[in-house]
């Protein structure tokens, strides 16, 4: 669409047309030159058509920007002014590029899309009064939707929808309905699928303005009412029978990777309608307080649900490369030494024995060896995954790295990373192969600690880096706080890290307390950030 | 300020003439790079076209490209200009006999005449249409990345003897990144952002439809697939777009019309580059073969 064409926005379609308005103020009911908000390339004057897109927008984008910050995004006040400008050159109601061209000058690091994904989704989610909650509109709503999506090029769905004729979405029974979803997913017809989400979550969320439940909730029931876990069975059935020749079992792999690509979709677009009608009920602000997701490095070890596990795998490999690169520079480089006064009297022969190049000692500081003795029994197996995957993945900076698991009972796992190029199969191998129950299997750091004294004590030397992690929850076990204490003696330095936030040590059987004493540091490490910041230390 | 392109859509429709299929992001990245007189910052997994944007870019606008390859240890003199030293001597030298004072000689040997012009200052002196690629830029080390500020927010570079030279016309400018280190704010600030990720499975298609001659459309919607199926594996380092373009040729050069589970296996060593990814990969499709379950490690929905 050229920018330079007039706008009528009554004209646009319907999806499209309210979601940049907030509280009943429309950029179209500010007095706008008929060129539209946006500078064309030669056509209203800038200060003009500036103000234009300021006033119904700039209230919004400030809104916006201070939830980026409260997420957790660095938003400086130039890349604020950067957004300002650049959403004056896009088309207004192209609302995938409006988010485009604020992703591009607000975030700057990938990690951080989702976060403001969200966010965008939120405070620029689509609204008017197709999306009210009350049911006389959204009659008319599903109806539109369902007109909509015939301008989409997908064929036969339509035809079923069509011969409804103007009694809408809403006409349909739930085999209809469960019908037709069928079909758009089958033929992967999008726009279809839209609408019978919205059409779903109308109908199944049971949605009442006010009432305090979370969003989880109302998708849950939407879902459970879609019945989708036959559908994939199904789906693939029909393709089999369909296919002339009997699908080859690669062939089979393939569509189910695509039905399930279209199944992810759907349950994105029953989403995005749930969060839309949440806040059309609940206010911009307080959606987006609910719905903050942390940054990757910020998500707690033990309490990331499963998704928020996939971005951390995620996020961890670039972070160990980040951290090899840097550690190998640190040792490389800025090490100021004393005069070394041998090298500098050698050096001055070649000026004819005036010292003019002062020579100096580089300190070259042994590289540490580590153990890790890591607790990982189920609350804080997450924790013990990733510092065991961080410390292998730039095992480089270490002269020795060597890993002990236990429970109650202690095992040796360092076999298990040696050799293998796959760091995150190995710790896979550690979780299901080391030999770590003595008797219950609940957690006993006295008679792991013991146990480790006894079969590994003797090699621990003064080269050597302990780090112990855990939650120090003991059920109540003797603690057996001297193994620490020797250890120390032993050791260069003893480190332990605690994945539970510091306000819970020392309470209910957290004895952390109790060996923290002996320990040359107690940290709290919850978080990719804390571990690399303790690890970067470490090196 | 130029104006490359009229629209978002120009950009894509002219990426698309020089067979650089663009998504919404990026065509809409470089119209704003191009509005708001802006550097583009472009990071993403390696082979998914970062280097392959900023020449479609420069061939659609009928620009020359000058490109400053990144590596660690790259300083001022191989950047922005170095006085080219020996002409400087070979002057002093031949003027020796000549009656003429120092205060001439000085201002003559660093006049234009012994300058070396280096990437970034030829950028900014160019007559002609240009677009600047600065490669990898995530390897000089975080004190060099401070000589790119200047050029990038201002386009302009101080140069002590001569003074400051302004850039006749706002270059278009590509920094590309491995996303190795973490770059410091200042340079992101003055840049947009674009992250290229593997394209989706519709855009790989075309995009291997348009890259590999004499492939059937059939072949590279199978093509696109399996890349997808196998991007959802967890590898070590997951097939690019650069990757399933050589498996098309190779495909096509094979004569494959369908492609089979042995066929899969036996060439996935195109895609994939580590032997444990091929083991998996190996291992996933296998295990399709011998009917077994259907994906094991993957809960089942709902």
Known sequence: ?539 | MAERFESVGVVRDELAKVDYLSSEAIAGVVYLADRLGKPILVEGPAGTGKTQLAKSVAEITGSRLIRLQCYEGLDESKALYEWNYKKQLLRIQAERNAESSWDDISTDIFSDEFLLTRPLLEAIRAEDPVVLLIDEVDRVELETEALLLEVLSDYQVSIPELGTITARQVPMVFLTSNNTRELSEALKRRCLFLHIDYPDLDREKEIVLAKVPDVSEALADQVARIVRSLRQLELKKAPSVSETLDWARTLVLLGVEQITEETAIETVNILLKYQSDINRAVKELAAQAEGGPPKPGRPARG
């Not at chain 1, 059920?475 to 032993?490: D, G, K, T």
């Open chain 1, 1 to 539: 669409m050229s920018p330079a064409q007039p706008r009528d926005w009554s004209k646009l379609p319907s999806g499209l047309q309210p979601w940049v308005a907030t509280g009943g103020r429309r950029p179209w009911d500010t007095p706008v030159t008929t060129d539209g908000p946006s500078t064309s390339s030669g056509g209203a004057a800038p200060a003009q058509s500036a103000s234009a897109v300021a006033d119904p927008i700039v209230d919004l984008l400030a809104g916006f920007i201070v939830e980026l910050r409260a997420a957790g995004l660095p938003v400086s006040l130039t890349e604020n002014l950067d957004a300002m400008e650049a959403v004056k050159h896009i088309p207004l109601e192209d609302r995938e590029a409006f988010k485009y061209a604020l992703a591009a000058t607000l975030v700057k690091n990938n990690a951080h899309w989702r976060a403001f994904e969200t966010v965008f989704e939120v405070y620029f989610s689509l609204r008017g009064k197709q999306y009210d909650l009350a049911d006389d509109d959204g009659a008319d709503a599903a109806d539109e939707d369902l007109d909509d999506s015939e301008g989409q090029p997908g064929p036969e769905g339509m035809e079923g929808i069509r011969g409804l004729g103007g009694a809408g979405g809403d006409a349909l029974s739930p085999e209809e309905l469960a019908e037709l979803l069928y079909r758009a997913l089958l033929e992967g017809d999008e726009g279809l699928l839209r609408a019978l989400a919205r059409q779903a979550v109308k109908r199944y969320a049971g949605m009442e303005p006010g009432r305090p439940v979370g969003g989880t909730y109302y998708l849950y029931r939407t879902l459970r009412n879609l019945d989708l876990d036959d559908m994939l069975e199904r789906l693939m059935a029909e393709t089999r029978e369909e296919s002339p020749a009997p699908l080859t079992p690669l062939e089979e792999r393939l569509e189910r990777d695509e039905f399930e690509t279209r199944l992810d979709q759907l349950k994105k677009e029953v989403e995005a309608e749930i969060r839309r009608r949440l806040v059309a009920d609940r206010g911009v602000e307080a959606m987006a307080r609910t719905l903050r997701k942390p940054l990757p490095e910020d998500v707690d070890f033990m309490h990331a649900n499963r998704e928020e596990m996939v971005a951390l795998r995620k996020a961890l490999h670039p972070l160990t490369r980040k951290l090899a690169v840097r550690l190998a520079r640190k040792r490389r480089h800025g090490r100021k030494g004393p005069l070394d006064f041998r090298a500098t009297v050698r050096n001055s022969l070649s000026y004819g024995g005036v010292p003019a190049e002062p020579k100096f000692r580089y300190p070259r500081p042994a590289k540490p060896e580590i153990f890790v003795i890591a607790d990982i029994s189920g609350s804080v197996a997450a924790f013990a995954r990733f510092t065991l995957q961080l410390v292998h993945a730039i095992s480089g900076q270490f002269s020795k790295v060597r890993s002990f698991v236990f429970i109650d009972g202690i095992d040796e796992v360092t076999r298990f990373f040696e050799g293998v190029e796959d760091i995150g199969e190995a710790v896979h191998r550690v979780n299901t192969e080391a030999d770590v129950v003595w008797v219950d299997g609940h957690s006993d750091y006295g008679h792991a600690l013991e146990e480790f004294y006894n079969r590994w004590g003797k090699e621990v030397g003064p080269k050597t880096t302990v780090l112990i992690l855990g939650d120090a929850r003991n059920n109540y076990h003797a603690s057996q706080s001297w193994v620490i204490r020797e250890l120390r003696h032993r050791a260069r330095h003893v480190y332990w890290l605690n994945p539970e936030p510091q306000s819970y040590w020392n309470t209910g059987d957290s004895i952390v307390g109790e060996y923290g004493v002996h320990c040359d540091d107690v940290q709290e490490c919850r978080n990719l950030r804390q571990l690399e910041r303790f690890v970067d230390k470490l090196a």
